[in-house]
């Protein structure tokens, strides 16, 4: 089936530089999508979200870009903090999937000191 | 303003065994999802609980079943467990409006290992 997934596993930055993490979706009836922190032994927090009727979005430090023409989402954070560090989820799901979220893997963000 | 609460937060089964995880959803919130999360990947959603039924369903066998009750908490049961059901059982919750869900906030998570 279609899933959602991303292109680096494992992503090392500089404390104070800015992260790009990058995702691709496949299935093109998607309109909403979710970018979730998941720190060790917790749940996934809640980052940003974007609607496909928009193609920027942005929050505290983080900005999401959504290019459905090629079907990728980014998630950028500004200033990364130790904080940080954690493993970066997308997810997708479609008006009618009500909350069925498709994740994908995951990337780890290590930011260092 | 408890968040959503799950419990237990640790569990050791061996296989053939059952087990029931329980989920409490964010105050206000009437809907509750259960994903699975194996180690190293993203969630998968399990199903997801409305008005005390099941209203979607993934890619999981029978032998996960679920309940809600009338004060919108689940659980989640897993019957004759298997080596492959080694996960963090995770549930979220969000507040259906419109005929459409609001963000789901997460649980910690119930860490089931399967010997």
């Known amino acids: 089936g279609e899933s959602v997934g991303l292109h680096l596993p494992t992503l090392s930055v500089q404390e104070g530089d800015n992260s790009i993490i990058n995702c691709a979706y496949s299935?093109?009836?998607?309109?909403?999508f979710i970018w979730y922190k998941q720190e060790s032994g917790k749940g996934p927090q809640f980052i940003i979200d974007i609607r496909s009727n928009m193609d920027k979005r942005q929050g505290q430090r983080v900005t999401v870009l959504l290019n459905k023409t090629v079907k990728h989402l980014s998630l950028q954070i500004a200033a990364t903090q130790p904080g940080d560090s954690a493993v970066y989820f997308c997810a997708e799901t479609y008006n009618n999937a009500g909350n069925m979220l498709t994740f994908g893997g995951g990337t780890r963000l290590m930011v260092k000191p | 303003d408890a968040g959503v609460t799950q419990s237990p937060t640790h569990l050791i089964k061996t296989r053939g065994q059952q087990v029931t995880l329980r989920c409490s959803p964010k105050?206000?919130?009437?809907?509750v999802s259960w994903y699975q999360q194996a180690l190293g990947q993203g969630p998968q959603f399990i199903f997801q609980?409305?008005?005390?039924?099941?209203?979607q369903r993934g890619n999981f066998p029978d032998r996960f079943s679920g309940h809600q009750f009338p004060n919108y908490s689940s659980e989640l049961n897993v019957n004759a467990l298997l080596l492959g059901d080694s996960a963090l059982y995770l549930c979220?919750?969000?507040?259906?409006?419109?005929?459409?869900?609001?963000?789901?906030?997460f649980g910690s998570g119930t860490q089931l290992s399967v010997l």
């Open positions: 299935n093109s009836a998607s309109d909403y």
């Open positions: 609980y409305y008005e005390e039924e099941e209203r």
């Open positions: 105050s206000g919130h009437d809907t």
């Open positions: 979220a919750s969000s507040r259906r409006t419109g005929g459409t869900n609001e963000k789901l906030f």
